[in-house]
């Protein structure tokens, strides 16, 4: 059977992966039934190896590879526009013998295409690979935005078990934005303030969420700009003792370089503050402010190359070369140096 997997919601396709793990048994059992590999650097060889190995201990095997459809999409632009560069495309030879070698796919055997972006039906892998249903399964994990965003979180919190009034999951919506991974961290938090007895309000909201992440990670930036290492690094672990989770914080880190780079590059179009906020659809003018202040602590191609490396990092931890802890660290004493 055949996966693919994508969309820029991580959080729920990692839950989709959760329950395709659970499938292979126990933890210990699905770890050594699972391979991860980078599509990136992916050749047929690796890939029929890790397909045709037997299960052990169990029925079946999970072989993950990450990123390599995403590879022949568009390129976007710093605001999210898309670029009219040429459009990398696979060999042909590869995708040949991968068409022949998917019929023989060990019935044991689930391998699934990961996707951090949502693939255009222009993608190649929609023309090479089968179209039979029971074949293969395709699903896209959309980022939730606006009224869409707020449904989710309602939904979320009925599923563990609360409540929350409308304006407060629009208001938790417009304080974390569609992150889901840390939108459910905070729902776990209100809902133990509220000790599942009563819904969660709009003044929950304020007194346990609005904006004290993001506070926290701009500390964390200003003091990596500052080239503060000491104190960098005390932040983020703050920030993970405070029970965020490795992935979602290196998100948060992302996004915001992300604001940097996009604020630094209409700053130099001459726009103002309130016209960034419009173009970039930033609810809270404190957020350009801070932005444009810790931006002059790097050049322009200094942003552009430590965004590419953040983003290489969580490649990196996603395909288990690095544990995350670990590469969050490394990470926090590179962008210091």
């Avoid at 396709?13 to 210990?28: Q, T, V, W």
């Avoid at 526009?81 to 040429?86: D, E, G, I, L, P």
């Avoid at 776990?188 to 969660?200: D, I, S």
């Avoid at 726009?271 to 801070?290: C, D, Y």
Wanted: proline share 3%; glycine share 6%; charged share 30%.
């Amino acid at each position: 059977m055949l996966y693919i997997l994508h969309g820029e919601d991580e959080f729920r396709r990692s839950e989709d992966l959760a329950k395709l793990k659970a499938k292979l048994g126990e933890p210990i059992v699905a770890s050594l039934n699972t391979t991860v590999l980078d599509g990136r650097t992916l050749t047929l060889s690796d890939l029929r190896q890790a397909c045709d190995a037997l299960p052990f201990m169990s029925e079946r095997r999970l072989v993950i590879v990450e990123g390599y459809w995403s590879q022949f999409e568009p390129r976007e632009g710093r605001r999210g526009k898309q670029r009219q560069s040429k459009v990398t495309t696979p060999d042909a030879a590869f995708v040949q013998e991968l068409v022949d070698y998917l019929p023989h796919l060990p019935g044991t055997t689930r391998l699934v295409f990961l996707e951090n972006r949502s693939l255009r039906k222009s993608n190649p892998v929609f023309r090479v690979l089968s179209s039979d249903e029971s074949q293969v399964y395709v699903k896209e994990f959309k980022q939730p935005h606006g009224g869409d965003l707020e449904r989710r979180i309602r939904e979320r919190m009925k599923a563990k078990g609360g409540t929350i009034v409308p304006e407060a999951a629009r208001e938790l919506a417009h304080s974390v934005g569609s992150d889901l991974r840390q939108l459910d961290q905070e729902l776990e938090k209100l809902l133990a303030y509220a000790n599942f007895q009563r819904p969660v309000t709009v003044s929950d909201v304020h007194l346990l969420v609005q904006a004290t992440q993001a506070s926290n990670v701009f500390a964390l930036v200003d003091a990596i700009g500052l080239r503060r290492r000491e104190q960098a690094v005390r932040y983020l672990h703050e920030l993970l003792d405070s029970g965020e989770h490795p992935l979602g914080l290196l998100v948060m880190i992302e996004r915001q370089f992300r604001i940097m780079l996009q604020v630094k590059e209409l700053q130099g179009e001459g726009l103002r503050v309130s016209q960034m906020q419009r173009t970039l659809g930033i609810r809270h003018q404190f957020v350009i402010e801070k932005s444009l202040r810790q931006a002059r602590n790097f050049s322009m191609s200094r942003l552009e190359s430590l965004y590419s490396h953040l983003a290489d990092v969580e490649q990196a931890i996603k395909t288990g070369r690095i544990e995350a802890l670990l590469a969050l660290d490394l990470l926090v004493a590179e962008l210091c140096a």
